[in-house]
């Protein structure tokens, strides 16, 4: 069964580059069959997609966070990562990875609170 | 504001029989599979239902999926204190060329 674990720093500053690293174990980022995906959920507040990346390095993202977004995949170390840049209070959030097939997210990371602040 | 529309809460009785709406557009529901999935306090999302009524492996046949048109529905029988949670309704949006989620809903069991 595939489990996801995100890792990355809890604090960031404003105005700097959030960035987070999924290890996955007991799947493969290689498979053909899954997309690799980032999701957020501010305190309080419901679940925002903030995209996903293909084995092959095809992405796609939330145009409304599109032009901060960047979505990588290291398939040596089974990883993918997020980088967020130009962070706001409005980026605090838990930031889950997560495996999607189709239109669906079938397996979920536990999370990691990010909290922008100076 | 999110794109799928859910009711921010619903309740009923232990026992009882509650649904949850989500409605969406030809964009996204009317043309893609929807997921439904829950939140219990503290935890990360759980797949609930896949592709519309598609209940993954260990979940109870007390929850069940159905969409009609630009809305979907899930439905959950005999209900249990141990669902109270908040869910969400997910799916693609084909116009936007992004994942789409409902507000969520909470779920009191009374």
């Known amino acids: 069964q595939v489990q996801l674990q995100e890792s990355g720093p809890g604090l960031v500053k404003p105005s700097e580059t959030l960035s987070l690293t999924c290890t996955v174990s007991?799947?493969?980022?290689?498979?053909?069959?899954?997309?690799w995906s980032w999701i957020r959920q501010p305190p309080g507040k419901g679940l925002e997609w903030i995209g996903y990346i293909y084995y092959s390095g095809g992405t796609k993202y939330n145009p409304s966070l599109k032009s901060r977004v960047t979505i990588s995949v290291d398939t040596s170390k089974n990883q993918f990562s997020l980088k967020l840049s130009s962070v706001t209070a409005a980026d605090t959030a838990v930031y889950y990875c997560a495996r999607e097939q189709g239109t669906t997210i079938n397996s979920w990371g536990q999370g990691t609170l990010v909290t922008v602040s100076s | 504001q999110s794109v799928l529309t859910q009711p921010p809460s619903v309740s009923a009785a232990p026992g009882q029989k509650v649904t949850i709406s989500c409605s969406g557009s030809s964009s996204n529901i009317g043309n893609n599979y929807v997921s439904w999935y829950q939140q219990l306090p503290g935890t990360a999302p759980k797949l609930l239902i896949s592709d519309n009524n598609k209940r993954p492996s260990g979940i109870p046949d007390r929850f069940s999926g159905s969409k009609s048109g630009t809305s979907a529905t899930l439905g959950i029988t005999g209900l249990q204190t141990g669902d109270e949670a908040d869910y969400y309704c997910?799916?693609?949006?084909?116009?936007?060329?992004?994942?789409?989620f409902g507000g969520g809903t909470k779920l009191t069991v009374l």
């Open positions: 007991g799947g493969s980022v290689s498979s053909g069959s899954y997309y």
């Open positions: 997910g799916t693609w949006d084909s116009s936007l060329s992004a994942g789409v």
